[in-house]
C-alpha cells in the first residue's frame, strides 16, 4: 500500500539520509523507479507534476503507482508535485495521493501560509503529508543574474515563521539549484541551507537536484535536506536510450524495442542517485 510521505521522512531525517522523490510521467518510469527502489531495497518517492497528470490522466498515475506498489516490498509514497491549487490537491487526494505539494511560493508570504494552511486542514485528516515552498526555486531557463536570484532564496528566519505558523510536513527551499538542465555547474548556499536548518526541524527538501553534482548533494544531505527531487536525469536517461535504439535501426517499429531500454536506462541513473542520497537498504 502507499505510505505518507511522513513516516518516510522522519525515518530519514533520523538516520542522516535522503529519501529520492523521482517524478513520472508514464508506465515504463513508474516501473523504473519501483524496480531500482526494490533493488536498493530503499525507501521512494513517485511524484507527478501538474504536465504529467495533464498527459498521462490522474487516474493511470494512481492506477500504475498503486500496482507498482502492490507488488513492491519496499514503502512507496505518491505525491503530487508542484500543486498549486487547493482543487487540485482534492483532486489527488480523493484518488489516492498519499502526499502533496502546495506550492504557493509566487505568493506573498503571508497567502503562502493561508493557502499552506487550508491544504493542510483539509487532507491531514485523511492521512496525507503535505510539502510547501519557501523562496523562488525556478527554472535554469530564467533569464536572472546571479544577484537576482540569490534575492528569491529562502531566508531562514522566514522559514522559522512559515513552518511556525503553518506545521508543514516537508519544506521546499531556495538555495542556488534550479528545474532542467544546468548551464554552468550549479553553485549551492550550504551556509544558508544551514542556517535555516538551526532554525527549523521540518524536513527539507531539495527540487531541481538533476545535475548537481553528487558531491554537493551528499553535502546537502549532511546539512539537512532528506527529500532530494530528481526529473531531467530520468528524461535524458530515457530519451538518450530510445534514441540510440532508433537511431541503430531506422527500420524498428515495435515500441517495446524502443521503450524497453528507455525503462532500463531509467532505472539504472535512479539506482546510481539512491545510493549517492544514502537512502540504499533502508527500506
Ligand atoms: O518541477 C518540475 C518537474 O520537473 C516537472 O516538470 O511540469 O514539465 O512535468 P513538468
Ligand atoms: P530536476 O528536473 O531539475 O531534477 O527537478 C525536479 C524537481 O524539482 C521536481 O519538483
Ligand atoms: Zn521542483
Known sequence: ALVSMTQLLEKAQKEHYAVGAFNCNNMEIVQAIVAAAEAENAPVIIQASQGAIKY???????????????????????????GTSFAQVMQCARNGFSSVMIDGSKLPLEDNIALTNKVIEAVRPLGLSVEAELGKIGGTEDDITVSEREALFTDPAE?????????????????????????????????RLTKIREQISTPIVLHGSSGVPDDALREAISRGVCKVNIDTNIREAFVRAARAVLEGNAKEIDPRKMLGPAREAATAIIREKIRVFGSNGKA
Open 56 to 82: 498521462a490522466g490522474i487516474e493511470y498515475i494512481t492506477a500504475l503507482t498503486k500496482v507498482a506498489a502492490s507488488n513492491a516490498n519496499v514503502p512507496i509514497a505518491l505525491h503530487l508535485d508542484h
Open 159 to 191: 522559514a522559522k515563521h512559515f513552518v511556525q505558523a503553518t506545521q508543514v510536513d516537508a519544506l521546499a527551499i531556495a538555495i542556488g539549484t534550479a528545474h532542467g538542465q544546468y548551464i554552468g555547474i550549479p553553485k549551492l548556499d550550504f551556509e
